[in-house]
């Protein structure tokens, strides 16, 4: 079955540092790729996506690329603000199954002044 | 414009009570999702709707659990005697359209305790 494997966290870093949080996944045919997050107190809200291989996802300053050869699905931002802690989750959706979507664990960040 | 709303957003139940959670969609939305998200986990499929067609069910975790939207709009996930480890986050989503590359709009969540 379908799978998501991130990066585990919590991780801590301080303003304008460099971000990465790693993503893989183990899929049956051509699934779409989504960073999901979610802020303190919030609901989950879509970060970024990407729907096939080669595509990049942006938003906000952060990036992912889906890479089919190596199956990830990495989160990056060059320069990390207080604002972005929040909990950020990998995801991916068949197409054969109308959208149902597989999480992985979810990351915490934290982003000290 | 209005999100997803779940209600309600908390519930305490004993061991054994039935419990129903509601999910109210953006309106329009064909696709809508149920989930479970337990502490520290990312959320896990239940369930699936295609308007009033629930399609898939096949992460229901046992015949306790039961769902619904019999006019392709609100939906309604309902456990009957509840067990504490059914204690975890209701999450429900809904999409404009079907399909895998669609974004899915998240409610708040209803957060179960079963004591």
């Known amino acids: 079955g379908n799978s998501v494997t991130q990066m585990e966290g919590p991780v801590t870093l301080s303003e304008e540092a460099f971000l990465t949080i790693n993503c893989t996944y183990t899929?049956?045919?051509?699934?779409?790729l989504f960073w999901y997050v979610q802020y303190p107190g919030e609901g989950l809200q879509l970060l970024l996506k990407?729907?096939?291989?080669?595509d990049k996802g942006s938003n906000k300053g952060f990036e992912a690329t889906y890479r089919k050869e190596t199956t990830s699905f990495h989160l990056e931002k060059g320069s990390v603000q207080v604002s972005d802690s929040a909990v950020y989750f990998c995801?991916?959706?068949?197409?054969?199954?109308?959208?149902?979507?597989?999480f992985g664990d979810g990351t915490t960040l934290t982003v000290k002044p | 414009g209005a999100g997803v709303s779940q209600s309600p957003r908390y519930k305490v139940a004993k061991r054994g009570q039935d419990v129903a959670l509601r999910c109210d969609p953006i309106?329009?939305?064909?696709?809508l999702f149920w989930y479970q998200q337990a502490l520290g986990q990312g959320p896990e499929f239940l369930t699936y709707?295609?308007?009033?067609?629930?399609?898939?069910k096949s992460g229901l975790p046992s015949d306790r659990f039961f769902a619904e939207r019999p006019e392709g709009s609100v939906s309604t996930l309902k456990i009957q005697r509840t067990q504490q480890e059914d204690s975890a986050v209701y999450l429900c989503?809904?999409?404009?359209?079907?399909?895998?590359?669609?974004?899915?709009?998240f409610g708040p969540g209803t957060r179960l305790t079963v004591t």
């Open positions: 989503a809904s999409s404009l359209y079907t399909g895998g590359g669609n974004e899915q709009y």
């Open positions: 899929a049956t045919g051509y699934p779409s």
């Open positions: 990407a729907t096939k291989a080669d």
């Open positions: 995801a991916l959706s068949d197409g054969t199954n109308a959208g149902k979507s597989t």
């Open positions: 309106s329009g939305h064909v696709s």
């Open positions: 709707f295609q308007n009033e067609a629930q399609l898939d």
